[in-house]
């Protein structure tokens, strides 16, 4: 699987690929990473690829050209690249999303910076648009890789224990019961007693209700979202 980085700082990825697990997907080439820059693409004498806003408005927005002669070229090289692109003015990105794009082949991110993007590059490009919460970073580049490092961990062979993936949280509405490791009692705090008991069926009914109590506290849609999953099954 391919991952293009459309950014004006690639500096700002690079490194999260130097280590653990996405560094050893890359050394078993499950996955290649590049890097597009519209600063290359930009025919301004200067390499400017920003402009005040047309209209007014605070701040500088990117302009379309750097970005049209990039994903052309990225399109021209790949016809089947699904290009997404990350704002805070769209869906927010879920685990079903990072489930179905880990099915895709190449997969380019495009990056904000400043203001923004003008819209006219994002309605002519954009396969997808996500969001990943409620709040405004100063560029999309962390926003590209918490989307790449979501949908890689449902690659298969990327994950050393694909099992991880199945008792995770949001794999069903409840999020995943507390883990402990060893040793069973540090600093005077022990693990729960059910858990030390070796009866399965007993810890997996502890587990059970501790995912529901947690669910209850921190999400408690997700609970409902459970709670009538369970009446329709
Ligand atoms: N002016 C924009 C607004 O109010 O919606 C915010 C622009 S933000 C400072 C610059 C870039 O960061 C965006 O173009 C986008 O790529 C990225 N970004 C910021 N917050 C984000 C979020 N919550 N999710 C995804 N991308 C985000």
Do not use: W
Request: with cysteine; proline share 5%.
């Amino acid at each position: 699987m391919t991952y293009t980085f459309v950014t004006l700082f690639p500096n700002l990825i690079e490194g999260y690929f130097k280590d653990s697990i996405l560094k050893r997907a890359i050394e078993k080439n499950l996955l290649e990473i590049n890097y597009l820059n519209p600063r290359d693409h930009s025919k301004n004498k200067h390499f400017k690829v920003d402009d005040t806003a047309v209209g007014g408005g605070a701040g500088m927005v990117m302009n379309p050209q750097p970005l049209f002669d990039a994903l052309d070229d990225l399109k021209s090289k790949d016809e089947d690249v699904h290009i997404v692109f990350v704002t805070p003015v769209a869906k927010p990105f879920v685990q079903n999303d990072a489930k179905r794009l880990a099915k895709k082949s190449h997969i380019a991110f495009v990056s904000g910076r400043y203001e923004g993007i003008d819209e006219r590059v994002i309605e002519k490009y954009a396969d997808e648009v996500f969001s990943i919460g409620d709040y405004i970073l100063t560029g999309g580049e962390l926003a590209s890789l918490v989307l790449c490092d979501a949908i890689s961990r449902n690659k298969e062979g990327v994950l050393g224990n694909s099992e991880s993936l199945e008792v995770e949280s949001f794999e069903t509405p409840l999020l995943e019961a507390p883990s402990f490791s060893k040793p069973q009692n540090y600093e005077g705090l022990s693990v729960p007693s059910e858990y030390l008991k070796g009866n399965h069926s007993k810890i997996r009914s502890l587990k059970l209700a501790l995912s529901e109590a947690k669910t209850k506290f921190f999400r408690p849609e997700q609970l409902l979202k459970h709670k009538v999953t369970q009446r329709l099954s």
